[in-house]
């Protein structure tokens, strides 16, 4: 989750926004400030109904399937970009042609958004429970888009796709943990699936969902028709001929998949491959369709190989440990094809595509676009090669903190959302011209400046090996991840939500200066460190990162909460959300560390300080920590549901 | 991490000497190229990129950048020649012998005309491995070279031989006749003799520089180049093995259903010019083209979804601007 600003608007901006009509100014959540005069959509129509368009004046998109922080659409015969401002709370609609920008201001934090074949316009809202429907405006005079229409969701909508004959969209939660099936034609709710922690991308094919997941290293998979989850492991190995071998078979983590695209891989364009004279390919043959997943491919260490200077252990065999990797997927076979990671050469670190958040595929072309955030490129790969993130074809660079990318319906230009910078990017894939539309700027300075600086991925300033703070703390998050540490093995925790009023930081490191510890953590990964104001920025930034919203609370919740505090866990979850700001020495080895925010802690396994339980439930029923070991079996199912509601 | 290597670039032809060439300048230093040596990120960048002015302050990282694709090209595996086995008459011929110690390596007699590997395994050591003329390979993990096995007198038994290489005639850039041959050693007299071999006219994938063809004894595609940089291959933890890299560059990727396998060979100028010396050719398609880089990345992928009649394969060649000291041609 991105932070809110709270920060003042440039009254120049906002005469950049055309307003919607009607209704007065929409709150905002937790009571923060909403910029001035700018308004939410009005219901131009009844809210009750989803339906589709009867008479649409404007088309539907290019035909992306798939969601992202923008979608191309068109109106009245002239493509449209929508780009969903999460942070400034606004839809801005740019007219590709002339790059005439209106806003719309939406009552909550619009995260992607999805053009349907009639012209609807879907977003999640991430800061909330629901998906909301758009259209177009049908006049010259209208506002950019009007609202039609929301759906509830579990907390925190994601993405979203739309399944190939458009008779069913499927809406990830990240933080309610689910994957909703809505009708196509009504965007009723059909059903609802729960999914591992931490779901993001979604895509459908031949009639099942597939599901990325920011932690725990797999692809959901889930029927529509009659779901449960099913998990897909895209974990990866590294290959060389070097370093010990044993070594070389440790399992390494996937992590920052946000996106997923399905391609086939046999065009019908003269773009794609040239064939080998004597073995060419067959032409004919049906070839199924692969999905692409760009990830990273982790090394966090474990107790072989440790560390005594920074996060976990030196890079083995000439691959990074975070390493850009694409899993392809057999959707047939429900496996991954993608075993292990490749060194390009052996000492590979700058310009790495650390930080993947979308792709957009051209499938006559095998041409992929990837967006990657922290380096500011879309990196354009090769999507028949079994590691398309390992064959970049080409480098583009991208305004500041790419999130969202389409290609145009003709496949000659392809644009992208600089969504740090507010700065949409028309990238003309013929002549290689470049033309940028600004983006009203709806975030202050220095929230701007953090921003950044915890996305920069391949700045020295901050780690010498590309890593950046989002590397570890996705969207403010966790990786699910525990890593070897100087201080032994530390699992990564959570920051959105968790740090203001939390100090000391750090499992074990007992630091009360939000930005010493920074400055610690930096040197730590190998940074030249930060100025000051750059400090102070980042600071800022981390200790304001919203909290997600709460996960809807179980039926065990209320009783739970009576046995936290009966059982004294309060006594240093201070609050419940809190702490007391004290090391204790708990688990094996006595460590010293400090008491962690509990702020949905549901959602951030593996628990302890080095990450030994991988559930709640284990963690009541193996830990030694306070009054666990006496808990009854129905204190401790009460308590997990409680702690889950958080 | 790179191999040290010690290469021979004398050419099997009957009485083979060897040494060390002047191609062991390529990878002599077993230490990772420092920073100032490393080509700035922007140095790096081709130019025809789409290039802005950047939105933000930043300080990159000074290292070298991925490798960027020049071409690709798709193949169908299964079209590929296949090893023919070689009749038992014609392979008895062949055979080889160890002369004995020279400077830098081990003079070794060969019965055909290949630009060659030998191997002999040996229990309870490393095996004995010689190239092209008997130039010892080391690597950091390996840093002594191993003699011959011709200990008979203390050492009973017969090892089973193995050695492969290209046949130097009628090498064109397209196409390329491999053999291998494998057979008892007796280390008496330090000879191997042959009982079996295969032969197969390989395809070029890449003109000159990489060629493939079907393994007779299994369902795997080889893949032959020059003495490489760096080679890492993709198989799973029961089939991962070094593919060794010496004289050739050797690598194997099974084609199974369900699996997908690829291989990395890293090539710089100096390989890439001892092929084109004993081929007595050059190429022109990818030297022109190449001219921007310091060797290639050469990367084949074979992939065969489950639901797929059959594999489908990829070349992929990337320019690699950071090779140390190296500038091709």
Redesign the interface.
């Known amino acids: 989750m991105r932070v809110y600003s709270r920060m003042s608007r440039p009254a120049l901006l906002l005469a950049l926004l055309s307003f919607t009509n009607g209704c007065g100014a929409a709150p905002a959540p937790d009571g923060q400030e909403r910029p001035s005069g700018v308004r939410a959509a009005s219901p131009a129509v009844d809210l009750r109904d989803c339906g589709r368009i009867a008479a649409p004046a404007s088309a539907g998109g290019n035909g992306s399937r798939e969601s992202s922080t923008l979608a191309l659409g068109d109106r009245s015969g002239r493509p449209v970009a929508y780009v969903a401002d999460t942070d400034g709370r606004a839809i801005h609609v740019v007219d590709v042609e002339s790059g005439e920008v209106r806003s719309a201001a939406v009552d909550g934090a619009p995260e992607h958004l999805l053009v349907l074949d009639d012209g609807r316009v879907m977003t999640t809202i991430s800061d909330g429970r629901r998906v909301e429907v758009y259209q177009p405006a049908a006049a010259p005079g209208d506002p950019p888009i009007i609202k039609r229409c929301e759906r509830t969701v579990p907390p925190g909508p994601f993405a979203l796709a739309v399944s190939e004959d458009g008779a069913s969209v499927a809406v990830t939660s990240a933080w309610g943990a689910a994957l909703t099936v809505l009708d196509g034609d009504t965007l009723e709710p059909r059903r609802v699936v729960s999914l591992p922690r931490s779901p993001r991308g979604v895509s459908i094919t031949a009639g099942r969902a597939y599901v990325t997941h920011l932690a725990g290293s797999q692809l959901s998979v889930v029927d529509l028709a009659t779901g449960p989850q099913r998990s897909i492991p895209i974990r990866t190995r590294a290959a060389s001929p070097e370093g010990d071998k044993s070594f070389l078979q440790t399992d390494r983590e996937a992590g920052q998949a946000y996106a997923l695209a399905s391609v086939s891989p046999e065009g019908s364009s003269a773009e794609a491959p040239a064939a080998i004279q004597g073995a060419a390919p067959p032409g004919g043959k049906a070839r199924s369709s692969r999905l692409v997943v760009p990830m990273v491919s982790i090394d966090p260490g474990d107790e072989r190989r440790t560390s005594s200077i920074y996060y976990g252990p030196p890079p083995l065999a000439g691959i990074s440990k975070h390493a850009p990797t694409a899993a392809v997927v057999d959707p047939a076979a429900e496996r991954s094809l993608t075993t292990h990671t490749l060194a390009p050469t052996w000492d590979l670190r700058a310009g790495e595509c650390t930080l993947p958040r979308a792709i957009a595929v051209d499938p006559e072309a095998h041409r992929g676009f990837v967006a990657c955030m922290g380096i500011d490129q879309v990196h354009v790969v090769d999507v028949a090669a079994a590691d398309p993130m390992a064959a970049v074809i080409d480098r583009i660079d991208a305004p500041t903190g790419p999130t969202g990318l389409a290609l145009s319906r003709e496949r000659d230009k392809i644009v992208i959302y600089g969504e740090l910078s507010s700065r949409l990017r028309i990238v003309d894939l013929e002549s290689r011209g470049v033309r940028d539309v600004d983006l009203p700027v709806l975030v202050g300075a220095k929230a701007r400046r953090g921003r950044e600086l915890f996305y920069a991925s391949d700045d020295r300033g901050i780690s010498s090996d590309g890593l950046a703070c989002a590397s570890c703390h996705p969207d403010g998050g966790d990786d699910g991840l525990t890593w070897t540490t100087p201080e032994g093995p530390r699992q990564t925790p959570m920051l959105a939500g968790r740090l203001k009023g939390t100090a000391p930081y750090g499992w074990s490191r007992g630091a009360h200066d939000l930005p010493g510890y920074i400055t610690e953590t930096v040197a730590r990964l190998g940074g030249a460190g930060l100025s000051r104001g750059d400090l102070d920025a980042l600071a800022a930034y981390v200790e304001a990162l919203p909290a997600p919203p709460r996960p809807d609370p179980g039926s065990l919740a209320a009783a739970g909460r009576e046995v936290f505090v009966s059982e004294g866990c309060a006594s240093c979850h201070i609050d419940i959300e809190g702490t007391d700001a004290r090391l204790h020495a708990v688990g094996a080895g006595r460590n010293e560390v400090d008491t962690p925010s509990l702020r949905h802690v549901g959602a951030t396994s593996p628990y302890f300080h080095d990450g030994r339980y991988r559930t709640l439930e284990s963690l009541l029923t193996h830990s030694d920590m306070g009054r666990v070991p006496s808990l009854t079996a129905d204190q401790r199912a009460s308590l997990v549901a409680f702690l889950e509601s958080l | ?3 040290e290597r010690v290469l021979c670039i004398a050419f099997l032809s009957g009485l083979l000497g060897c040494g060390a060439g002047p191609s062991s300048v390529v990878g002599a230093t077993p230490t ?2 420092s920073a100032a040596r ?1 080509m700035p ?1 922007a140095e790096a ?2 130019r ?5 002015a ?3 302050e ?12 020049i ?7 299964l ?2 020649p296949r090893e023919a086995r070689l009749e038992a008459d014609t392979v008895r011929r062949d055979g080889w012998a160890s002369l004995g110690a020279a400077t830098n390596g081990y003079k070794v007699w060969l019965g055909r005309d290949l630009l060659a590997e030998l191997e002999v395994p040996l229990e309870a050591r490393a095996p004995f491995r010689a190239y092209a003329g008997a130039a010892v390979p080391s ?3 390996r840093p002594l070279p191993e003699t011959p096995p011709c200990d008979g007198a203390r050492f009973p038994g017969r090892p089973v031989a193995r050695w492969a290489g290209i046949d130097r005639r009628d090498w064109t850039e ?1 196409a390329v006749w491999f053999e291998r041959y494998e057979g008892p050693f007796d280390r008496g007299p330090c000879r191997a003799k042959a009982w079996s071999g295969f032969r197969v006219r390989a ?3 890449v003109p000159g520089v990489l060629y493939a063809f079907r393994s007779a004894t299994s369902d795997s595609l080889v893949l032959v180049a020059p003495p490489a ?9 029961e089939e ?1 093995q ?4 010496g004289t050739l560059s050797l690598a194997t990727l099974p084609m199974k259903r ?5 291989a ?1 060979v ?1 090539v710089g100028a100096t390989g890439i010019d001892l092929f084109d010396a004993v081929r007595s050719s050059r190429v022109d398609t990818f030297a022109t083209r190449a001219a921007d880089y310091r060797g290639l ?1 050469l ?1 084949t ?3 065969w ?6 594999p ?1 394969a ?3 060649v ?1 320019g ?1 601007t ?1 090779l140390p000291d190296v500038q091709l041609r």
Not at chain 2, 48 to 52: G, K, M, P
Not at chain 2, 242 to 245: G, R
Request: hydrophobic share 45%.
């Open positions: 991490m790179r191999a990772q190229p490393a990120a960048s081709s025809d990129e789409v290039r802005a950047p939105d933000r930043r300080s990159s990282i000074a290292e070298a950048v991925r490798p960027r694709v071409e690709s090209r798709a193949f169908d595996p079209a590929l690597t950091h993990h397209s395809t070029a994938l940089e760096w080679v890492s291959a993709a198989e799973t933890p991962l070094a593919p060794h890299v369900g699996r997908m396998s690829s990395l890293v990345a990367r992928d074979v992939i979804p489950a639901a797929d009649e059959a489908s990829l070349v992929v990337s690699v950071h």
